[in-house]
Nanobody
Framework: QVQLVESGGGLVQPGGSLRLSCAASGSIFRVNDMDWYRQAPGKERELVAVITSGGRTNYADSMKGRFTISRDNALNTVYLQMNSLKPEDTAVYYC??????????????WGKGTLVTVSS
């Protein structure tokens, strides 16, 4: 199986920055897309950003210009640099990865989430 472990969440003041990390481990043949999602209290989970294995990125409109997704394929790790944080960015941030565990075996995996709280 595959495990995704997020880190880097915490409490930050409005206007501050945080960097989240998510490392994939286990029976990995190839990691394909890696994404970040978030879920705020009382709201549905929403997509934050996507990065393909080739490094192409896409962002939700409200995150463009403030968040940057990147990855290290050698470490099977994805990052989310979050700048100019706002109270409305408060949420649990989840890592998602589409992973080949074999040449023809492919599945979707989620991390357990890391809490980001933006508050003064």
């Amino acid at each position: 199986q595959v495990q995704l472990v997020e880190s880097g969440g915490g409490l930050v003041q409005p206007g501050g920055s945080l960097r989240l990390s998510c490392a994939a481990s286990g029976s990995i043949f190839r990691v394909n897309d890696m994404d970040w999602y978030r879920q705020a209290p009382g709201k549905e989970r929403e997509l934050v950003a996507v990065i393909t294995s080739g490094g192409r990125t896409n962002y939700a409109d409200s995150m463009k210009g403030r968040f940057t997704i990147s990855r290290d394929n050698a470490l099977n790790t994805v990052y989310l640099q979050m700048n100019s944080l706002k109270p409305e960015d408060t949420a649990v941030y989840y890592c998602f990865a589409n992973v080949n565990t074999g040449p023809l075996l492919r599945g979707d995996y989620w991390g357990k989430g890391t809490l980001v709280t933006v508050s003064s």
